[in-house]
């Protein structure tokens, strides 16, 4: 069984200790989900074990052929590089063999008649024989295609951001490590690729260590769970579900035996301030106890500052927006078609749908950031909007934190009527003194948006608008955000992806589908996906079904040959044709999805449509010629 051992891991930025002499294993078939508050070096850890002069200190045992695959959150690929380059990027046999492969079946499709071409063709099959390599490429494949991946020559460069993340999610799957490493692994994935994702790594041979927001993932994958806090790591055994039950007996525990030594602490403070004069053995034990109590209560800082959202809400009335026949077209794209909705108090709404579909757009327009092209939105007498934005506006990185904050606010009341300072709100929200007086841009990515949260919540709107929330919010944030919500006497409208984030905060959604399309629905998004994704696949068997049974009739209105079976070279071809239907029925299904993505200009959905006619053609082709084959096969 392969392990590997950290011991002595470190890091300090200045003054800032974000952890130190962590020590744990990671052993053979471990899924480990690292939790933590944002800012507490998670990504730092990950980064460390990769590349160990990240950290201040680290010692790494393990053996000397173990191999770990990282996906950084920014990935790191050539863009002048292939598709295909990119993901064999591996320096094993095999993966030199396929990419040399499948780079000569491109130039054999093209010039099938070239001699060169064949030869190299060729000869490449019979080492891919030789080489028996061909149940990776069929295993490499399968991954590229659950992850959307199918035009495997284009460069890097001409994909979009989301695209290349799922290229180097790829690259890591396939590289066979021992340790794959995954920061946020599920972001720019949708439903069904995060599925199948949870269910690869659940059964992944080796180990798997990686960070998420994306809480049912977490629960569905993880095995153990380490939690970076007060500047160590604290291990669970079990899934989310599981820490969240043991995470809250150790608190109990915790707040019981703290109140003991805390109690103890102050008699050892009364008595070495009473100055006794005479100081035995018996004494100096009590000395030493004194400072061991102290140094433990020390090294706990932060474990009694719950972080709490406690602000006092302003009235509001029963009318919040009243759309009426609202259009809105955006670079050439339909947003909003005649839109007429009725948005009340105490509503709880979840925005999703494809990227591009103009739920932003929604949000600006409703914030009066953007005019409608015709109708109105009508917002009520009362309204006091608070709106979270994907970008932080209007923060001075130059600025230090507590005057960011007083700028906002010089304080306000919480919901039991009490003066809260600017830094009593920080203190709240998990920003100790010195953080307090650190500069905006000494701060993590992370940190800064739980600042920006801050700052948008003392404002005290009555109305929230949410775009995307959970990207760079940690779990812990995003559990007291959704607390918060769930107690919010106003209204709220939130643009996410995240399943467990709407499940959790959203009591009814509007799916925005392209073109100005928007469905209104009252299941939960887990149950709405679910649906969602049975209707598409039912449909998709249906054309399928019904393209088999076109080409069927044709060959059976055909005059009957008296062919009785498949010659040598007929058996080879007819082989090969169901798997190049298969392909061909999942390059049609990502053509579909591309043309029904809004986020597309007008050039590359007349591409797609070409794409598409031309895959709908040669499927057509290949079904017919299947068919006729297999009356002999």
Do not use: C
Not at 453 to 460: F, R, T, V
């Amino acid at each position: 069984m392969k392990t590997l051992n950290i011991t002595n891991a470190s890091k300090t930025f200045g003054e800032r200790t974000l952890f130190k002499n962590v020590t744990f294993t990671i052993n053979e078939g471990d899924r480990i989900g690292l939790l933590g508050l944002n800012g507490t070096g998670k990504t730092t850890l990950l980064d460390g074990i990769v590349n160990n002069n990240d950290l201040n200190t680290i010692n790494i045992d393990k053996p000397k052929d173990y191999k770990i695959s990282y996906l950084k959150q920014q990935p790191d690929l050539d863009d002048n590089s292939s598709v295909i380059d990119a993901v064999f990027n591996g320096s094993g046999e095999k993966f030199q063999l396929i990419r040399q492969y499948e780079n000569s079946l491109t130039k054999f499709n093209a010039h099938s008649t070239d001699t060169k071409i064949q030869n190299e063709f060729f000869k490449l099959q019979e080492r891919m024989n030789a080489a028996e390599a061909w149940q990776m490429e069929s295993d490499v494949k399968a991954i590229l295609n659950k992850l959307g991946i199918t035009e495997l020559d284009k460069k890097i460069s001409e994909l979009s951001g989301g695209q290349q993340r799922r290229v180097a999610l790829a690259q890591t799957l396939i590289s066979e490590a021992d340790l794959l490493i995954l920061d946020e692994p599920t972001n720019h994935l949708d439903y069904e690729a995060i599925d199948w994702l949870q269910s690869y790594l659940s059964k992944y041979k080796g180990s798997v260590l990686f960070v998420t927001h994306d809480r049912y993932f977490l629960n569905e994958v993880a095995t153990r769970i380490f939690e970076i806090e007060n500047r160590n790591v604290t291990e669970y055994d079990g899934n989310y579900e599981k820490y969240l039950q043991q995470k809250a007996d150790n608190e109990e525990i915790y707040a019981s035996v703290q109140h003991h030594k805390t109690q103890l602490y102050k008699q050892e403070l009364k008595w070495m301030r009473a100055g006794v004069k005479a100081r035995g053995t018996k004494q100096q034990a009590r000395k030493d106890r004194f400072s061991d109590l102290k140094e433990d209560l020390q090294d706990k800082p932060d474990v009694e500052k719950e972080m709490s959202i406690d602000i006092a809400q302003q009235r509001l009335g029963n009318d919040v927006f009243d759309i009426k026949e609202a259009s809105l077209k955006f670079a050439q794209h339909v947003i909003l078609n005649q839109f007429s909705y009725l948005v009340s108090r105490g509503d709880r709404i979840g925005i999703t749908g494809a990227n591009g579909s103009g739920k932003t757009t929604f949000l600006n327009a409703i914030a009066k950031k953007l005019p409608l092209d015709s109708g109105e939105i009508k917002t009520g007498q009362t309204v006091k909007i608070g709106y979270y934005t994907q970008q932080t506006e209007n923060m001075d990185p130059d600025k230090r934190v507590i005057r960011y904050l007083e700028s906002i606010g010089q304080g306000v009341r919480n919901s039991g009527g009490e003066h809260m300072s600017a830094s009593q709100m920080l203190d709240t929200f998990k920003f100790d003194h010195q953080m307090q007086g650190a500069f905006i841009r000494e701060l993590s990515g992370g940190e800064k948006r739980r600042l920006y949260l801050l700052a948008i919540l003392m404002d005290q709107p009555n109305v929230l608008l949410l775009d995307e929330p959970t990207n760079n919010l940690d779990i812990e944030t995003l559990t007291i955000l959704e607390d918060y919500l769930n107690s919010f006497k106003g209204t709220v409208l939130a643009v996410s992806h995240d399943r467990y984030f709407l499940d959790k905060v959203a009591d009814k959604l509007l799916i925005f589908e392209g073109q100005g399309e928007i469905e209104e629905s009252y299941d939960s998004y887990s149950g709405y996906l679910q649906k969602a994704t049975a209707k598409k696949q039912a449909k998709h068997h249906e054309i399928k079904e019904q393209k088999h049974q076109e080409v069927k009739q044709r060959a059976e209105d055909k005059p009957e040959s008296k062919k009785k079976k498949l010659t040598y070279a007929e058996q080879i071809e007819y082989n090969k044709l169901e798997p190049e239907i298969d392909k061909l029925d999942t390059e049609i299904s990502n053509l579909e999805k591309e043309l029904n993505d809004p986020a597309n200009d007008y050039e590359k959905l007349m591409d797609y449509q070409k794409q598409l006619d031309e895959a709908n053609q040669k499927e057509d082709k290949l079904m017919e010629r299947w068919d006729y084959l297999s009356q002999f096969a």
